[in-house]
Nanobody, 121 residues
């Protein structure tokens, strides 16, 4: 069984910073791409940033230059440092990881439960 557990969300004023963490645990053989997505009320879930096992990164245009994604492969953890936050960054943030489990399980995407980020103006 594989689990992703997020932490670090909260309430912050515009211009402030938050750091999200997401740790993968369980029967993991290897982890490929990890990423962060977000979903604001009434909107579809959207990509925020991804990072490969080799640390190549990709960002949504709306967060480029403000957010930084990183990972610690030894800890099976991905981070999202969010700076210069804006009210429009308010959303539930989800982490995702493409994981090959041990044993006979298929490689697939796993998702965390989500963490709320609220940016006040």
């Amino acid at each position: 069984q594989v689990q992703l557990v997020e932490s670090g969300g909260g309430l912050v004023q515009a211009g402030g910073s938050l750091r999200l963490s997401c740790a993968a645990s369980g029967s993991i053989f290897s982890i490929n791409t990890m990423g962060w997505y977000r979903q604001a009320p009434g909107k579809q879930r959207e990509l925020v940033a991804t990072i490969t096992s080799g640390h190549s990164t990709n960002y949504a245009a709306s967060v480029k230059g403000r957010f930084t994604i990183s990972r610690d492969n030894a800890k099976n953890t991905v981070y999202l440092q969010m700076n210069s936050l804006k009210p429009e960054d308010t959303a539930v943030y989800y982490c995702s990881a493409n994981i090959r489990p041990t044993g006979w399980g298929l490689t697939r995407d796993y998702w965390g439960q989500g963490t709320q980020v609220t940016v006040s103006s």
